[in-house]
C-alpha cells in the first residue's frame, strides 16, 4: 500500500515550534497549495493544507522558514481523532511531514555577496549575467 504526498505551496503564517514532555521537536504549519483551475469567477482557488513534522527535521523546518516562504513537503496523510473539552469526538486529517525544501530564491543582496566571494580574476563570467566585451584576442580559436 502507499500512502504518498507531495505539496508544494506557501507557508500561511511562521511555523509554530513546540516540544514533546519527552523533548521533541514538533512544528505545525498550514501551506496554501493554488488548484490548478479556476472557478467560474475565473479566479484560483487555493486548499489550505495542514500538516506537521517532527525532531530535527522540524527544528531546521522553523529555522530556515516564515509566513510566504515557498516550500516543498514529502509526506504522508495521516488522521487521528480526540475527544475535546466538550467530549465530542474531533477528527483530524493532516500532512505528516518527512522531507522538505526550500524553493524560494535567495535574496539579491546574498546573491550578489555570494557572488563576488566565488569569482576569480579573469572571469569572464563573474558579472552576474551582465554583458561583456569581448575581443578577439581573447577567443581560443
Known amino acids: 500500500m502507499i500512502n504518498r504526498t507531495v505539496l508544494i505551496g506557501r507557508l500561511t503564517k511562521d511555523v509554530e515550534?513546540?516540544?514533546t514532555a519527552k523533548g521533541d521537536a514538533v512544528a505545525s504549519f498550514t501551506v496554501a497549495v493554488?488548484?490548478?483551475f479556476t472557478n467560474s469567477q475565473g479566479e484560483r482557488e487555493a486548499d489550505f493544507i495542514?500538516?506537521?513534522m517532527w525532531r530535527k527535521a522540524a527544528e531546521n523546518f522553523a529555522k530556515y522558514t516564515h509566513k510566504g516562504s515557498?516550500?516543498?513537503i514529502d509526506?504522508?496523510?495521516?488522521?487521528?481523532?480526540?475527544?475535546?473539552q466538550q467530549g465530542?469526538?474531533?477528527y483530524v486529517t493532516e500532512i505528516v511531514a518527512d522531507n522538505f525544501s526550500l524553493l524560494d530564491s535567495k535574496p539579491k543582496s546574498n546573491q550578489q555577496n555570494n557572488t563576488r566571494q566565488s569569482t576569480t580574476p579573469g572571469d569572464l563570467f563573474a558579472n552576474g549575467g551582465q554583458s561583456?566585451?569581448?575581443t578577439d584576442d581573447q577567443l581560443p580559436f
Request: hydrophobic share 30%; glycine share 8%; charged share 25%.
Open 17 to 19: 515550534l513546540r516540544h
Open 75 to 84: 509526506g504522508r496523510i495521516q488522521t487521528r481523532s480526540y475527544e475535546n
Open 50 to 52: 495542514n500538516c506537521v
Open 132 to 134: 561583456i566585451e569581448i
Open 34 to 36: 493554488n488548484r490548478q
Open 88 to 90: 465530542q469526538r474531533v
Open 70 to 72: 515557498l516550500v516543498g
